[in-house]
């Protein structure tokens, strides 16, 4: 059985050829070369920056025996007894018995009930094989139940009775097989495309534990670090998933763009609004152990850090609905390129913008409900340093997303047109240097005959 022959499209384009199917066209030798004199730069400029700014490792310090700033190992429940919570002395009622306050219910109800007497043996450190008890309150958020593995810490200058207390729970083996469903599920619906998404994902792990967090600790600048840190991630993950194109390029220099508008916009209203980022006990640690850090720096840092994967998502998203666009209708000028990749955009921008704003409201929620509980006005939660802290993060965030849109959609629609306008000139690919298309030149020339 024979194929018929192809009868031709009006582009030129036989009808067994779909633009649908396959990597883009490659673009121009001039675009090439014009992308690569602005990237080479850039990536050079990058590189530089993480040999300059490389830390070697993390500052050492003295120990506070604060929040995560403590010594542990790990620890496992051998037994848990109920004893009676007044036996053990959980709580003290206040001298006067007063229990109109919410410290003297909480102590009078620690009186009552049954408490669980745990034995912990320590299962690493020098002194393995070691065992303590900890008394859990009946109205603990955190029980003990034997067999649980879990991590404690260890305060060395203690009485010996009272060196040891558990922190937490040892949450090794469902992390690890959660991450492992998350791999699976990513290669198995990605396949080699999920694989590269992971192996990217493995690099920006390395680039934030190995580079942004040292460096920032040896009190280089935040905003200088994150700048460095996003650049490589972004360089390192986008031309790894999506391959090392002119496509992948626009949507990098979008990204660019977008992150130095997020950075310039971040510092401004940072500054204006009188912004610490020492605002809990987390930053107050980090404060105190490591004085020379500029905490409003770390805050901007975090922000690009954090609108980095968003950014990507939207730029390449615009960047590929244009290179679509184009292979669907080669004829469709910049212009029209625009105007129908930003209807597409604005798609985007309304569930994106809705993602983000919601994504920090739930990062705050609890935060939130102890303002309703203060029953404090909209007003004034705004106005506070913690709320505000947020809002800015959100809406800097946000107006940089918006604007990475109407951006990377005009670079790609400049892009593929003018690499369009070099083939219709005479690109040795194009169906015009090929004297029209294949079949009507063959028709042709045997009526000639």
């Known amino acids: 059985m024979t194929s018929s022959p192809q009868a031709p499209e009006p582009h030129g384009h036989p009808t067994g050829h779909t633009h649908s199917h396959g990597p883009a066209a490659p673009v121009s030798r001039h675009l090439r070369k014009v992308i690569a004199a602005v990237l080479i730069p850039f990536a050079t400029a990058v590189v530089v920056g993480l040999a300059v700014l490389w830390p070697g490792g993390v500052p050492g310090h003295e120990r506070s025996g604060v929040g995560f700033d403590r010594q542990t190992e790990q620890g496992k429940v051998v037994k848990v007894e109920k004893v009676d919570c007044a036996d053990v002395n ?12 919410p410290e003297g219910r909480e102590a009078a109800n620690a009186q009552q009930g049954s408490c669980g007497k745990a034995t912990i043996e320590v299962t690493s450190g020098k002194d393995k094989g070691r065992t303590f008890t900890e008394i859990v309150q009946p109205d603990a958020p955190r029980q003990l139940r ?57 690099v920006s792990f390395a680039v934030l534990t190995m580079f942004i967090l040292p460096a920032i600790l040896q009190g280089s600048n935040p905003l200088v670090v994150a700048v460095v840190g996003a650049s490589t ?3 390192c993950s986008l031309y790894m998933c999506h391959g090392l194109s002119a496509r992948t390029s626009v949507a990098v220099l979008g990204t660019l763009i977008s992150l130095l508008l997020i950075g310039l ?10 912004l610490s980022g ?82 920090y409201a739930g990062a705050a929620l609890p935060l939130l409900l102890l303002f309703s509980i203060a029953q404090s006005s909209v007003g004034t939660v705004a106005n506070s340093e913690l709320v505000a802290q947020e809002i800015v993060r959100t809406l800097v965030g946000s107006i940089g997303l918006v604007a990475s849109v109407p ?40 009526r000639k005959k």
């Open 90 to 101: 959980v709580g003290q009622v206040p001298p006067a018995g007063d229990t109109s306050t």
């Open 146 to 202: 034997a067999g649980q593995g879990v991590v404690v810490a260890y305060a060395p200058d203690a009485p010996r009775d009272l060196q040891y207390s558990v922190t937490d729970v040892d949450r090794t083996v469902p992390m690890v097989v959660l991450a492992g469903i998350f791999a699976l599920a990513v290669v198995l619906v990605g396949r080699m495309r999920g694989v590269m998404a992971l192996i990217a994902l493995a």
């Open 233 to 235: 991630i972004m360089l």
């Open 265 to 274: 916009l971040g510092s401004v209203f940072i500054d204006w609004a009188s």
């Open 278 to 359: 020492n605002t809990d006990d987390y930053t107050g640690l980090i404060h105190g152990l490591y004085p020379d850090i500029d905490m409003s720096g770390l805050l901007l840092a975090g922000i690009i850090i954090g609108s980095l994967g968003v950014l990507d998502d939207v730029t390449v998203t615009q960047t590929s609905a244009v290179w679509e666009l184009h292979q669907a209708d080669p004829a469709m000028g910049p212009r029209a390129l625009y105007r129908a990749g930003i209807r597409i955009g604005r798609d985007h921008i309304a569930s994106v913008v809705n993602t983000l704003v919601l994504a």
């Open 407 to 446: 951006l990377t959609t005009g670079l790609a629609a400049l892009v593929v047109s003018a690499d369009r306008t070099a083939a219709a000139a005479g690109g040795s690919g194009s169906p015009a240097a090929q004297g029209g298309s294949p079949g009507r030149g063959g028709r042709g020339r045997r």
